[in-house]
């Protein structure tokens, strides 16, 4: 009976493990997302704001570096876990506790908030990117129109 719960055990841990793994191989697109979205808003979108728009520049740049620094801590985290999550299934045999699910359920609630964060994040990067596209479509035209 004991092999039994072992075994079902081993099977429950390598799950969080591969969720955990997840977790990270997620965490790594919302980086390359991330520096993405930096370069865009740095290298084209910054050099082509307006003084209309410093406000919400200066507003989504407080929000990309907050993602930014949210996401690092949650990274370390999920290696952190990740790690221990490998020894458990080094060894088995290994006593946990509900500890080790609360801690689960907490990383994942934090992966699951950063993902909503950077979705309300983008959205305000694309509402400024409009902005700033009809903007100059609008200079544009004015200034077609007065060399007519």
């Known amino acids: 009976m004991e092999n039994i719960a072992n075994n079902q055990l081993s099977e429950e841990l390598q799950e969080l493990y591969l969720e ?4 990270s191989s997620e965490l790594s697109f919302l980086e390359d997302e991330s520096r993405f979205f930096e370069k865009l808003f740095d290298n084209i979108i910054s050099s082509a704001i307006d003084a209309a ?3 919400k520049l200066k507003f989504v740049s407080a929000i990309l570096i907050h993602l930014k620094n949210k996401r690092i801590e949650i990274k370390a985290l999920v290696l952190e876990h990740q790690a221990f999550l490998t020894s ?3 060894k088995p045999g290994k006593m946990i506790g509900l500890e080790l699910l609360d801690k689960n359920t907490l990383i994942m609630d934090e992966v699951k908030a ?6 309300l ?3 305000e990067l694309y509402q400024l990117i409009e902005e700033v596209i ?3 479509k609008k200079a544009h035209l004015l200034k077609q129109s007065l060399d007519d």
């Open 20 to 23: 955990n793994k997840e977790w």
């Open 53 to 55: 728009h410093i406000s």
């Open 88 to 90: 458990l299934l080094a």
């Open 114 to 119: 950063l993902f909503k964060e950077s979705k």
């Open 121 to 123: 994040a983008k959205k």
């Open 134 to 136: 009809d903007q100059q």
